[in-house]
């Protein structure tokens, strides 16, 4: 049976009673083969030390290697056919995830389980529909699944920017020099003048939970921030929606990535919102399973707590990162904004909280710096809010070990009580960089 684990954010209401009609979206994650194989792969190919690495594969090879087999197809398949669902069903291209739309009243049956909409506290616009109890497969079935997505994850919405100034935008930027823009990330990462020259390279930012970003605004920060160095001042490819309220984090994400990484093809990935259909997150790796071509860096700042999360949910998200690795594509993900995190259990109790997918052995995961002076670009120190420490799932994968053991072992460093964190488990973040005091544009205003 699944879980049923609720947020303080989310509430039942009846904002509308829930008709046995009302249509929903279950994502069936189906076992896959070979995946020991899939694994030893991925490390192969991005382990710069090996004969194979570089050597990557093409998605109908991976699905070739992954897809489940013969017998997984005809029992799920069997058990959708109970129900007439199998016309309302797809695979993707992948062939290891099935998306089935269907009646509340046909997955209520299915999964012995009852669904309601649920609204969140702070954003009223976000209504979405979910179990209410924990669901049931037959035994047979569950030996065939990973997880079966929309019943009962709630999104994490939040943002933890904040916007400490805004100002008119002046007519000359030449001389502005308080805070982050492109200029100093540049000369403090010896980037200079260097832009992208391949015409293969490409990169993206995948955006969740409505944020989207104003190409006007972005023309505009290229004018003023980009005079230093070629680049382009419109984004190369939208996927998903891009129609909306202009988001900081959006902003914010576009205008660096096309600064910092000058001249490159980038796609601004878009995945709905808060909707009645998939969290969105999940539905975003699917996208990724049903395009062959996808662009070669992804950066992402979207995560939530390992505790709220099914170890099985996490571990088929990690595949999933391994077959993204595996065709040549690297994902930086944002550490997180809660530092080591806390979570008090009722015993009262307290342990670390460290963040998915932060945590992943299979991602790049990026911690955020500040200078340790308003008025100096020369020094760095960590931002106290930058997520950092332990899973508490995944094992310690071999390229940290030698780094991490000499973190623990130096006599120097105060580390906190080892009751609270796992120090044999993967440590993360693996690269910090700058995270504070960004200068951006939003509707012609400058904010910080």
């Not at 290891?96 to 012995?112: I, K, T, W, Y």
């Amino acid at each position: 049976p699944g879980r049923v684990f609720l947020r303080k954010q989310w509430y039942q209401r009846r904002v509308r009673g829930t008709q046995k009609t009302d249509m929903i979206t279950l994502t069936l994650a189906m076992k896959q083969r070979n995946t020991d194989q899939l694994e030893s792969l991925f490390w192969r190919v991005s382990d710069p030390r090996s004969q194979e690495y570089g050597q990557y594969r093409s998605l109908r090879e991976i699905t070739k290697l992954i897809q489940p087999d013969v017998q997984t197809v005809k029992d799920v398949f069997s058990w959708l056919d109970h129900y007439n669902a199998i016309p309302h069903c797809s695979f993707v291209r992948s062939l290891d995830f099935l998306n089935c739309r269907l009646e509340v009243g046909v997955a209520e049956q299915m999964l012995e389980t009852k669904f309601s909409y649920f609204k969140h506290a702070t954003e009223p616009d976000s209504v979405i529909l979910r179990a209410t109890q924990e669901y049931t497969v037959p035994e047979k079935v569950a030996k065939c699944l990973d997880f079966i997505g929309g019943v009962h994850r709630l999104p994490n919405v939040k943002s933890k920017l904040k916007i400490k100034e805004v100002r008119p935008l002046p007519d000359n930027l030449e001389d502005f020099r308080y805070g982050v823009h492109p200029d100093t990330l540049r000369k403090r990462y010896n980037v200079t003048d260097h832009v992208g020259k391949n015409s293969n390279n490409s990169m993206a930012t995948a955006q969740f939970l409505k944020q989207y970003f104003s190409p006007a605004d972005l023309k505009e920060f290229m004018n003023h921030f980009g005079k230093g160095f070629p680049h382009l001042t419109e984004i190369t490819h939208e996927i998903g929606p891009n129609s909306g309220k202009t988001g900081l984090e959006a902003n914010l994400d576009v205008q660096y990535i096309m600064s910092l990484g000058a001249n490159i093809s980038t796609t601004f990935w878009s995945t709905g919102g808060l909707h009645e259909k998939q969290e969105p997150f999940l539905e975003w790796m699917l996208d990724l399973n049903n395009n062959e071509t996808i662009p070669y860096i992804f950066s992402v700042s979207y995560g939530d707590h390992e505790r709220t999360l099914s170890p099985e949910y996490m571990r088929r998200i990690n595949v999933e990162f391994m077959k993204i690795g595996l065709r040549g594509v690297s994902v930086l993900f944002a550490s997180g904004d809660d530092g080591a995190g806390c979570h008090r259990f009722e015993d009262e109790s307290y342990t670390f909280e460290p963040d998915f997918p932060s945590s992943s052995p299979y991602v790049t995961t990026v911690g955020g710096t500040m200078f340790t002076s308003i008025f100096s670009d020369v020094n760095e120190k960590g931002n106290d809010i930058s997520g950092g420490g332990f899973s508490n799932i995944f094992s310690m994968p071999k390229y940290q070990m030698e780094t991490v053991a000499g973190y623990l072992n130096d006599s120097t460093i105060k580390l906190p009580d080892s009751k609270y964190y796992n120090s044999s488990n993967r440590a993360y973040p693996d690269v910090s960089a700058m995270s504070d005091d960004f200068w951006i544009i939003i509707n012609r205003l400058l904010m910080n």
